[in-house]
């Protein structure tokens, strides 16, 4: 067998799992896709879409897509979680998360955000007992034969992330699944097709939820407070003007 046909054979039974993929996926798909759908058409900020590894690269299209449909939507990089990135995340928002182990750790921060300020979360993952699986408010689990197969799993997923995120805007797009008056009003579609560019003001913490000390706190006071505030880093207060800062970062 020539080189060619090997490996033309190579990608058709390639294009046919991940057909396959795609047909044990729908299947599968039960009210847990309409909790999802319900849960981010109910968001009264935008929908924020994350990922981890390619998982964040499918998050950007899901995101594209959305934004291209008059849906308010932004991407959120956990690769920046612990450097406050989290903290775009409002408590009026909704969270499509993205991954396929749902154990990374750069899920913990964004678990604790969340947490703190009672935002939901859409998991999307392979394993129900992860990180993700545990805190998410809404979970859609892929199909089980695919997650226990190795050879282009890779490959796979990403066209299964794929394919549900594509579902999940089409259904908010056409009004089903719970999507609100809001959303259905011809005005508001063409209000969030408009730019909408942030301020500062619209993203940033204040007063108790700003980690700040006076320069006389104890060390061991001030990583409690670090800790308690989740940003990793402290503001050093000196007759009430900022003058330095405290990171945990090396």
Do not use: W
């Not at 080189?3 to 993929?21: N, P, W």
Request: include cysteine.
């Amino acid at each position: 067998q020539s080189a060619a046909a090997r490996e033309t054979a190579y990608a058709v039974s390639m294009l046919r799992r991940e057909a396959r993929s795609l047909t044990l996926m729908a299947a599968s798909l039960d009210a847990a896709f309409y909790g999802a759908v319900k849960c981010l058409a109910a968001a009264k900020g935008r929908i924020a879409v994350t990922g981890i590894g390619k998982s964040i690269h499918v998050g950007r299209k899901v995101v594209s897509l959305m934004l291209s449909s008059g849906l308010s939507a932004y991407v959120v990089s956990l690769d920046a979680a612990d450097y406050g990135e989290v903290g775009m995340i409002q408590p009026d928002d909704a969270v499509l998360v993205f991954s396929d182990s749902g154990d990374a750790f750069a899920l913990s921060a964004l678990v604790r955000h969340t947490a703190r300020y009672r935002i939901p979360v859409v998991g999307v993952t392979n394993h129900a007992k992860s990180l993700l699986g545990r805190y998410s408010s809404h979970l859609m689990l892929f199909p089980e034969a695919e997650r226990e197969a190795s050879d282009g799993a890779a490959s796979v997923s990403a066209t299964l992330q794929m394919a549900l995120g594509e579902a999940l805007v089409a259904s908010l797009v056409r009004g089903t699944g719970g999507e609100s008056e809001k959303m259905r009003s011809s005005d508001q579609k063409k209000d969030r097709r408009r730019a909408n560019p942030l301020m500062v003001k619209d993203i940033m913490h204040v007063e108790e939820d700003v980690p700040l000390v006076t320069a006389p706190t104890p060390m061991p006071e001030l990583l409690n407070i670090m800790t308690e505030k989740g940003f990793g880093v402290a503001g050093i207060v000196v007759k009430g003007r900022l003058a330095g800062v405290v990171s945990d970062e090396s």
